[in-house]
């Protein structure tokens, strides 16, 4: 192989990995992109009653208001209240925390246990309060 032959195809093995690196990750994107909801679709579900809505923060952070209709589970409490969570194809579970991080992380375990139907909302109370949107005071 002359030197030429040699960069050409070094330069084209370095071409076609970039290449399926890009397309790795928009197919890593378009799987998280099918996890969750947005925070409007969230609402407009709770609101009409298409989805079971978790939230999934501690008590503390329940106690600075809620969305109304919210079903309240802690994260942590989430093992041993699994039967309080629909696995209905037919009923989707929307789970929301302040900022996303435990809801993602309990669709998560939820997947591995089973739970087909299940999405996290993008922003958290943290944006929905931010919207001004409407909190209760939980029960």
């Given at each position: ?83 309080e969570i629909p696995n209905d194809l037919k009923q989707p579970v929307l789970l929301i925390c302040n900022t996303q991080n435990r809801s ?36």
């Open positions: 192989m002359t030197t030429y032959t040699k960069f050409s195809f070094t330069r084209r093995v370095a071409l076609l990995a970039l290449g399926l690196s890009v397309v790795t990750v928009g197919c890593s994107q378009e799987l998280a992109a099918a996890d969750s909801v947005t925070l409007e679709f969230a609402r407009n579900a709770l609101t009409t009653g298409q989805a079971t809505f978790i939230d999934v923060r501690e008590p503390q952070e329940h106690a600075t208001g809620v969305a109304a209709g919210a079903q309240l589970l802690p994260m942590r409490q989430l093992e041993s209240r699994l039967g993602s992380a309990t669709l998560r375990f939820l997947r591995d246990k089973g739970y087909a139907n299940v999405r996290f909302v993008q922003g958290g109370m943290s944006e929905w309060s931010q919207r001004g949107w409407p909190l209760v005071k939980p029960l």
